[in-house]
């Protein structure tokens, strides 16, 4: 295991992170115990998001637009960038700046700071894992690449939120050093130590209405659940997000048989510890979609000590592979996800789940990966 940093061994660092949000919170939560740490983005984080970090709201153009897309359930992508961003960063300076994602305008105005500032160290710390789908978006994507790699002698590292985004940004941009750093998600989850009451499984599904999060598969595997089996699965969307295909999930579950094991509960309302509240009402968690940027219920449900059935398109995934593989899944395999449900037994979820809690615990701790994050941008490109 790498040796966690300490304030003997390692100097104040001033972080500068453009974007945030509660994947990346975690980790700016413990740097700034030892660093010095400035945020930029246009939406604080939830609760809790330490006070000793500098936050600077930002402003974002198209918000509107973004809102509309997210609305409607696109993954469209638009050039987004920060307004004021750029003499926010001269006026603060930071040692190293932290860019999510290289595909925004952002990285530009990061990029330009650094070519007034060479000493300052620029960052990727990238969720992307595939090429778009669509036509434009793929345009701008490849306009960004070569941006990156006109000036890739100027990007000191690449993070990424899965190991599949590093074998792929590894082959898009081969002369920078990219690794692969899973993201601490381990603040104020409490831990049940106890098996929900009653025979029954329950299993909560907390995922937009959205057509790549795939409610149909769980409608479609249910179907064939075993009637002896007792299983009740709940879909739970966000308060904060929008649900664009709930009426078609509706009429899909009432026109299928297992519209008596399958409910749409009330939506989750943040902050996001309710979630963590409302964990301990069941055994396990499902996200079964075809793509995600990280998937950050399932890091929260593990460190509750619950079970999570995810695709294994979900990046959130590896911090169960060591110990939960079987609840790994295919995207569309509805007959396995079947089979899976099939086989759960009440008494076996619970051990796995307080399993998963403490493995995530040990290997994925926010002390222990901040130490892995500073320890690599803190050493000499």
């Not at 969720?127 to 345009?139: C, D, G, Q, W």
């Not at 999060?213 to 479609?220: A, E």
Request: hydrophobic share 40%; net charge positive.
């Amino acid at each position: 295991m790498t040796e966690i940093y300490t304030s003997e061994k390692c100097r104040e660092i001033k972080l500068g992170f453009v974007g945030a949000n509660f994947t990346t919170k975690h980790l700016h939560n413990e740097l700034v115990k030892e660093h010095s740490v400035i945020v930029w983005s246009h939406a604080k984080p939830d609760m809790p998001f330490s006070e000793k970090i500098n936050f600077n709201h930002v402003e974002l153009p198209w918000e509107r637009l973004r809102n509309y897309l997210r609305k409607i359930g696109s993954q469209r992508s638009l050039p987004y960038y920060y307004q004021k961003l750029l003499s926010e960063l001269w006026e603060k300076k930071p040692d190293v700046v932290i860019v999510l994602d290289f595909y925004k305008l952002w990285f530009i105005q990061a990029l330009i700071y650094k070519l007034f500032h060479p000493d300052t160290k620029l960052i990727i710390h990238s969720e992307t894992k595939r090429t778009p789908p669509t036509l434009s978006a793929k345009i701008f994507f490849w306009i960004l690449i070569i941006t990156v790699r006109l000036f890739q002698n100027k990007v000191h590292h690449i993070f990424t939120y899965s190991e599949k985004g590093a074998i792929y940004l590894q082959k898009v941009f081969p002369n920078i050093s990219i690794s692969h750093l899973i993201l601490p998600i381990d603040e104020n989850t409490p831990l049940y130590t106890e098996s929900t009451p009653g025979p029954t499984i329950r299993i909560l599904m907390p995922a937009r209405f959205v057509g790549f999060k795939r409610h149909i598969d769980v409608i479609k595997a249910a179907e064939n659940i075993t009637p002896s089996q007792h299983i009740q699965i709940d879909f739970a969307t966000f308060s904060h997000d929008s649900a664009p295909l709930r009426n078609e999930v509706e009429l899909a579950l009432e026109k299928s048989s297992a519209k008596n094991i399958i409910s749409i509960v009330d939506a989750i309302k943040p902050p996001f510890e309710n979630y963590y509240k409302l964990l301990g009402k069941y055994d396990a968690i499902i996200l079964p979609s075809e793509n995600e940027g990280f998937g950050a219920v399932v890091p929260a449900a593990l460190h509750c000590g619950k079970v999570a059935i995810v695709s294994n398109m979900v990046p959130a995934s590896m911090y169960m592979r060591d110990s939960l593989s079987k609840y790994i899944i295919e995207v569309g395999d509805t007959t396995r996800l079947t089979e899976l449900f099939n086989s759960l037994e009440k008494n076996e979820l619970f051990n796995d789940g307080q399993t998963a809690h403490k493995f995530i615990n040990k290997k994925f701790s926010s002390k222990y990966i901040a130490s892995i994050f500073i320890g690599i941008i803190d050493t000499e490109h």
